[in-house]
T-cell receptor, first 108, second 112 residues
Framework: RKEVEQDPGPFNVPEGATVAFNCTYS??????FFWYRQDCRKEPKLLMP???SGNEDGRFTAQLNRASQYISLLIRDSKLSDSATYLC?????????FGAGTRLTVKP | SQTIHQWPATLVQPVGSPLSLECTVE??????LYWYRQAAGRGLQLLFY??????ISSEVPQNLSASRPQDRQFILSSKKLLLSDSGFYLC???????????FGNGTRLTVT
């Protein structure tokens, strides 16, 4: 079983749609969690951390469920500029593990 | 503010040639440092990480090695490149603890 697994995608949605990504992790001792965004042929960039209480940044909401060992990312009112690959990251003792990524394409 | 420099941006090397990629971080002390590789259309594979000078953890057995000769310098090397070493190599740093990674711009390596 992979340490971090993500929805395979791709997700193709119209502008204005709401889209959700999930990511599961295998190690219950994982300590911190993040969502990154990666544009084509670019380095990943931090989108937002994920907290147990849930956190929101504008149209983006991240959730962590430690009991079920999954994290989620919700994007509301999708924009064309949201098109990218979204990566979840799980950290345990400074060992940062990435999911394979979910590709999102927002279409006009 | 902290910055990370990674070079070169692109590299084309023949099979069997050596490799040296360098990464330096400025504006922070004792960072955790990481090397990742991303094959075309694939996810990020952790290659090495370091929590201090001379301390290297290797994640995947292969013909690559890493060194950390100074606190903010991380080097990825190979004595003989294979075709399968082609990919997008990314250096990253973080503050020790539960903080996120910050990536360099990456090196796109093509082994021919």
């Amino acid at each position: 079983r992979k340490e971090v697994e993500q929805d395979p995608g791709p997700f193709n949605v119209p502008e204005g749609a709401t889209v959700a990504f999930n990511c599961t992790y295998s190690n219950s001792a994982s300590q911190s969690f993040f969502w990154y965004r990666q544009d084509c042929r670019k380095e990943p960039k931090l989108l937002m951390p994920v907290y147990s209480s849930g956190n929101e940044d504008g149209r983006f909401t991240a959730q962590l469920n430690r009991a079920s060992q999954y994290i989620s990312l919700l994007i509301r009112d999708s924009k064309l500029s949201d098109s990218a690959t979204y990566l979840c990251v799980v950290n345990i003792d400074n060992d940062m593990r990435f999911g394979a990524g979910t590709r999102l394409t927002v279409k006009p | 503010s902290q910055t990370i420099h990674q070079w070169p941006a692109t590299l084309v090397q023949p099979v069997g040639s050596p490799l040296s990629l360098e990464c330096t971080v400025e504006g922070t002390s004792n960072p955790n440092l990481y090397w990742y590789r991303q094959a075309a259309g694939r996810g990020l594979q952790l290659l090495f990480y370091s929590v201090g000078i001379g301390q290297i953890s290797s994640e995947v057995p292969q013909n690559l090695s890493a060194s950390r000769p100074q606190d903010r310098q991380f080097i990825l090397s190979s004595k003989k490149l294979l075709l399968s070493d082609s990919g997008f190599y990314l250096c990253a740093w973080s503050v020790p603890g539960v903080t996120p990674l910050h990536f360099g711009n990456g090196t796109r390596l093509t082994v021919t």
